[in-house]
């Protein structure tokens, strides 16, 4: 979807993939870096899951805009109190005025002083009703930081996972080599809004263990196959279609996905023993 420049894409009913790309360059070619956002459409309320980078906070505002009309920005849901997280949350706030920040928010009042009165903590299990549909805050399985939380939406039936489950597909450079050597999840202009599956070449092993062990350094240290064991019992519980990450394109086949990533994770322990 394109309107005035403001490029987003629906998922499913209610649920937008919002936020923008940031720009690099791979070894002569430009590359580009998901930091998404995504918005969830009740017939009672709204909420937006991770505030973006502050880079595309005019961006951000525009599709909700664009998204939500007339009506209300009514929680907003930063994973964690990381500047692609949670870095757009004074604005949206200051923008939104009857909004709530929930999540697992217990030192976002050191960060944010000022709207310390609009934190509602949110425990793993916990719902929301949005209206036809409940949010459901979930375990991080795996995360960077201590109070991360993932979420599911029931109504599109999506899983929104933070920084977990970033691929990284091959990014030919511009002299023909390849640029899978980047340890972000990177894609080509034109490709910012497909979905895994529409990608030329799905993502190996060793360019998700690449990226894996870069951007989560402590998996070097971590079996985490209890972890995924744990990820497959919620998704044994909460039908999903479709993964939502920070940074990556959103994931469409949820299987081949954990065989993938559960390879790479088990590849980069392997490898730092």
């Given at each position: 979807m394109k309107h005035d420049a403001v490029e987003l894409r629906w998922?499913?009913?209610?649920?937008?993939?919002?936020?923008?790309?940031?720009?690099?360059?791979?070894?002569?070619?430009?590359?580009?870096?998901?930091?998404?956002?995504?918005?969830?459409?009740?017939?009672?309320?709204?909420?937006?899951?991770?505030?973006?980078?502050?880079a595309h906070r005019a961006?951000?505002?525009?599709?909700?805009?664009?998204?939500?009309?007339?009506?209300?920005?009514?929680?907003?849901?930063?994973?964690h109190p990381e500047i692609?997280?949670?870095g757009n949350l004074p604005a949206l706030l200051d923008k939104y005025p009857g909004a709530l920040v929930v999540g697992d928010v217990r030192d976002y009042h050191l960060h944010f002083p000022e709207y310390r009165?609009?934190?509602?903590?949110?425990?793993v299990g916990s719902r929301i009703d949005l209206g036809d549909r409940e949010f459901r805050f979930l375990p991080a399985f795996i995360r960077d930081?201590?109070?991360t939380l993932w979420g599911h939406d029931d109504g599109a039936r999506m899983m929104f996972v933070s920084d977990g489950f970033s691929f990284i597909h091959d990014v030919p450079a511009a002299d023909g080599a390849s640029a899978e050597d980047d340890d972000e999840p990177v894609h080509l202009p034109g490709q910012c809004r497909l979905l895994s599956g529409e990608m030329p070449e799905p993502p190996t092993?060793?360019?998700?263990?690449?990226?894996?062990?870069?951007?989560?350094?402590?998996?070097?240290?971590?079996?985490?196959?209890?972890?995924?064991?744990?990820?497959?019992?919620?998704?044994?519980?909460?039908p999903t279609k479709l993964i939502g990450p920070a940074h990556g394109n959103v994931i469409d086949d949820v299987d081949g996905m954990?065989?993938?990533?559960?390879?790479?994770?088990r590849k980069v322990y392997a490898e730092g023993h």
């Open positions: 998922l499913a009913d209610g649920t937008y993939w919002l936020g923008g790309c940031l720009s690099a360059n791979a070894q002569g070619q430009e590359v580009h870096y998901h930091v998404s956002s995504y918005l969830v459409m009740g017939s009672k309320a709204t909420l937006l899951v991770d505030t973006g980078d502050p961006l951000l505002l525009a599709q909700l805009e664009l998204v939500l009309g007339e009506r209300p920005l009514d929680y907003v849901f930063p994973t692609p997280h949670a009165s609009r934190f509602r903590t949110q425990a930081l201590e109070n092993v060793e360019q998700a263990a690449y990226g894996t062990g870069r951007a989560l350094y402590w998996t070097k240290f971590v079996d985490v196959s209890d972890a995924f064991g744990g990820i497959e019992a919620v998704l044994d519980t909460l954990l065989r993938t990533s559960l390879a790479a994770h």
